[in-house]
């Protein structure tokens, strides 16, 4: 598989309930961020994980990091309607200002009211 | 807050004909880059530019695609003989010097 590939492709569930995905990468990285994109709109950064942290949070996001296994997880607690978006992984090589960001597939979520 | 912007929201153009996509980063940074992305497929790296010039390119960044900082607030990527294989969403960024990338709303470009 490519650089960043996440699964579930997609993922339903209901409001209130967690939501998790996770994202499998093949080569080193420095960092890793979780995007959402809403359906036709841009991307918004939602969470950045270094290489050297095991997890993250922010707000209703969980983000965990196992370099071993080159894998990613993000979590959303007690998922909204609003949260219905499309969220990719993006990996990071050098981790320096300028680098290009490698985006994964997404996956397409959809919580139901 | 400062955010990205970019025009048009939809460009159709005709097969072989040159566009122009425009993006205005946020007014302090530094980096820009732009992506796309083909209808249901990933978000793919183009370009990324730094102090008037290239500084990455992609396999996809052929001879066909050019960008510039024609003054101190537009971004511009130029397509110059489109191809239908060209029509996506293409996504514009922009850093100021750390690793969190600012995206702009797209523009999505259809070549018939």
């Known amino acids: 598989s490519q650089q960043g590939e996440e699964d579930p492709q997609a993922l339903s569930i209901q409001e209130g309930e967690n939501a998790t995905m996770n994202c499998s990468y093949k080569t080193s990285i420095n960092n890793l961020q979780w995007y959402r994109q809403n359906s036709g709109r841009g991307l918004v950064h939602l969470i950045l994980?270094?290489?050297?942290?095991r997890e993250k949070h922010s707000g209703r996001l969980r983000v965990t990091l196992d370099t071993s296994k080159k894998s990613s997880s993000l979590l959303i607690t007690a998922s909204r309607a609003a949260d219905t978006a499309s969220y990719f992984c993006?990996?990071?090589?050098?981790?320096?200002?300028?680098?290009?960001?490698?985006f994964g597939g997404g996956t397409r979520v959809l919580v139901k009211p | 807050e400062p955010e990205v912007t970019q025009t048009p929201s939809h460009q159709v153009t005709q097969m072989g004909q040159e566009v122009i996509l425009r993006c205005v980063p946020i007014?302090?940074?530094?980096?820009f880059y732009w992506y796309r992305q083909i209808l249901g497929q990933k978000v793919e790296f183009l370009v990324s530019?730094?102090?008037?010039?290239?500084?990455?390119k992609s396999e996809i960044f052929d001879d066909q695609f050019s960008v510039e900082r024609p003054d101190g607030s537009n971004f511009t990527l130029k397509i110059r003989s489109t191809k239908l294989e060209d029509s996506a969403m293409y996504f514009c960024?922009?850093?100021?010097?750390?690793?969190?990338?600012?995206f702009g709303p797209g523009t999505r470009l259809t070549v018939l």
């Open positions: 993006a990996t990071d090589k050098n981790g320096a200002a300028g680098n290009k960001l490698t």
């Open positions: 960024a922009s850093i100021a010097g750390g690793l969190e990338q600012f």
């Open positions: 007014s302090n940074h530094l980096y």
């Open positions: 994980i270094r290489s050297n942290e």
């Open positions: 530019f730094y102090n008037n010039e290239i500084s990455e």
